[in-house]
């Protein structure tokens, strides 16, 4: 089932966009990571993304799930895969596309297909890389202006055991 999904403006009420969403496995070609905020293009206002994140700001357990889901479902995809060729193929060289195949000739296809396969998922989809995500996010935030509009947007925007709270932490134990 597909889904449409529209955003409006939460100054002027006016439809900003609106995406098309499949029902499809996540990579990290939807991850929402990068700077929420917006401006509406009819009353120029700036508003807040809740569909984009910064992730220095998010908890560690919230970071963590996010490049875990990536990374789980590039593997389950690859095994899906896997097992749809590797029975297609174990009963391809059998001569009888009819005949059902045991464990053991199953997996005799379907574990290296399963190897080969995730191994190209994972150098085609590349997973979050969540080092670089948080390292571009804190970039992102050494403008003090930036996450004063963050945080005028939404109080509770930084996580306590974040990034940048733990990146704000140091710095001030420097000085």
Request: net charge positive.
């Amino acid at each position: 089932m597909s889904v449409y999904k529209s955003n409006y403006c939460p100054h002027c009420n006016e439809m900003i966009e609106t995406k098309f969403k499949k029902n499809t496995i996540k990579t990290n070609s939807n991850k929402n990571f990068g700077n929420p905020l917006r401006e509406c293009p009819y009353c120029k206002k700036s508003y807040l993304d809740d569909n984009i994140q910064e992730p220095a700001l998010l908890s560690r357990s919230n970071l963590l799930t996010k490049g875990l889901s990536s990374a789980l479902s590039t593997i389950a995809s690859s095994l899906l895969i896997s097992i749809l060729l590797g029975s297609y193929a174990a009963r391809f060289m059998s001569g009888n596309m009819n005949m059902e195949i045991d464990d053991v000739t199953a997996i005799k296809f379907i574990a290296p297909l399963a190897i080969i396969i995730t191994a190209a998922a994972f150098k085609v989809i590349k997973p979050m890389n969540l080092r670089s995500e948080v390292e571009a996010s804190l970039e992102r935030l050494k403008d003090e202006e930036y996450l004063k509009t963050l945080v005028k947007f939404k109080k509770d925007i930084v996580s306590p055991d974040s990034a940048y709270a733990k990146h704000m932490a140091k710095n001030r134990q420097k000085n």
